[in-house]
T-cell receptor, first 116, second 113 residues
Framework: NAGVTQTPKFQVLKTGQSMTLQCAQD?????MSWYRQDPGMGLRLIHY???????DQGEVPNGYNVSRSTTEDFPLRLLSAAPSQTSVYFC???????????????FGEGSRLTVL | DAKTTQPTSMDCAEGRAANLPCNHS???????VYWYRQIHSQGPQYIIH???NNETNEMASLIITEDRKSSTLILPHATLRDTAVYYC??????????????FGTGTRLKVLA
């Protein structure tokens, strides 16, 4: 059981370049989400998904796209990178139980992105 | 969206109980309160969750007020390894079929030797 796997762990981009941060989980979790964490700050929700084919915006969605074609994968796309997107990105997943209770979030190790 | 409110920072002497408060005055009836902590720049780690009743596990205790508008995380015997940022979060949108977890800025707990 690998849990939540994020790739790459480190990435340097130039302004205007595009890239995709990958997130995969092998726990059959329906819920997946992306957060960004700027230095000294808390986590801010970018996008989330409650199941395959369903995505929604979080607190800071601008500049990012997501898709959820499978239960396992939830990639985050930066279409035209900007220095303001320099941050640590965390992917997290969770599961839903009967009665509306959602289990705890499982986090990946993070992807550190620098945009020059 | 309603948000949680936590003190920015707290200190606690090693071996003493650390009591971390959280205000979630707009919580809905079926929304759970979750606590996580983040050590350095690692991914946050789940600690405990609760709905109405007080909860205890091997890591901590969670006390939720009767009106559910606030809660307190208790680390009974804090150690230096408990130094971390502690986040109190509520899952919003529990009844709408789509839900999200919003993290606030958390409380930076420093355990002092």
């Amino acid at each position: 059981n690998a849990g939540v796997t994020q790739t790459p762990k480190f990435q340097v981009l130039k302004t205007g370049q595009s890239m995709t941060l990958q997130c995969a989980q092998d726990m059959n979790h329906e819920y997946m989400s992306w957060y960004r964490q700027d230095p000294g700050m808390g986590l801010r929700l970018i996008h989330y998904s409650v199941g395959a084919g369903i995505t929604d915006q979080g607190e800071v969605p601008n500049g990012y796209n997501v898709s959820r074609s499978t239960t396992e994968d939830f990639p985050l796309r930066l279409l035209s990178a900007a220095p303001s997107q320099t941050s640590v990105y965390f992917c997290a997943s969770s599961y839903e139980l009967a009665g509306g209770y959602t289990g705890e979030l499982f986090f990946g190790e993070g992807s550190r992105l620098t945009v020059l | 969206d309603a948000k949680t409110t936590q003190p920015t920072s707290m200190d606690c002497a090693e071996g003493r109980a650390a009591n971390l408060p959280c205000n979630h005055s707009t919580i809905s009836g079926n929304e759970y309160v979750y606590w996580y902590r983040q050590i350095h720049s690692q991914g946050p780690q789940y600690i405990i969750h609760g709905l109405k009743n007080n909860e205890t596990n091997e890591m901590a205790s969670l006390i939720i007020t009767e009106d559910r508008k606030s809660s307190t995380l208790i680390l009974p015997h804090a150690t230096l390894r408990d130094t971390a940022v502690y986040y109190c979060i509520v899952r919003f949108g529990a009844t709408s079929g789509t839900y999200k977890y919003i993290f606030g800025t958390g409380t930076r707990l420093k355990v002092l030797a």
